[in-house]
């Protein structure tokens, strides 16, 4: 089954590790076979891996993308889920890093990129709530 992306004007994508724009027209793009591919929007650069959730997600997006470096991104990821898991303790949370991790087994990154994105609203709450609490107590 063929993958149907409709990109806009100048919008970037990356199609296994090389990045691609297009041009200046809408465009439709039909991929017929199974590749790596992420638009713009889903790529985490390094600088901005400053969280637990988004260095996760970028060890997932280098797996999925960079197959050569797979295996130092697979243990990075796994030694910064397990910190995760261990400093949680939320059902829903938690669910969802079991999901991501199963994903992760099967090799179906993408998915597991979009689970991990799912933490970031969880993430952010809590890294909120901290900042508060260390400026009230200042």
């Not at 590790?17 to 390094?46: C, H, M, Y």
């Not at 988004?54 to 910190?83: C, G, N, P, S, W």
């Not at 952010?124 to 200042?138: G, I, P, T, V």
Request: hydrophobic letters at 40%.
């Amino acid at each position: 089954m063929a993958l149907k992306i409709t990109l806009k004007p100048g919008e970037k994508f990356v199609i296994n590790g090389a990045v691609v724009v297009n041009g200046d027209r809408r465009t439709s793009l039909l991929i017929q076979n199974k590749v790596s591919i992420l638009r713009e929007k889903d790529v985490l650069q390094p600088d901005e891996a400053n969280t637990p959730v988004r260095r996760i997600y970028f060890d997932v997006m280098m797996m999925y993308l960079d197959d050569a470096a797979h295996d130092q991104y697979k243990d990075e990821f796994t030694e910064r889920m397990t910190e995760f898991m261990e400093a949680i303790s939320n059902k829903d949370a938690m669910a969802k890093c079991i999901s991501i991790i199963d994903d992760v087994n099967k090799g179906q990154y993408y998915g597991a990129l979009m689970t991990c994105k799912k933490l970031l609203p969880f993430e952010k709450e809590r890294l909120d709530y901290d900042s508060a609490r260390e400026s009230a107590s200042s």
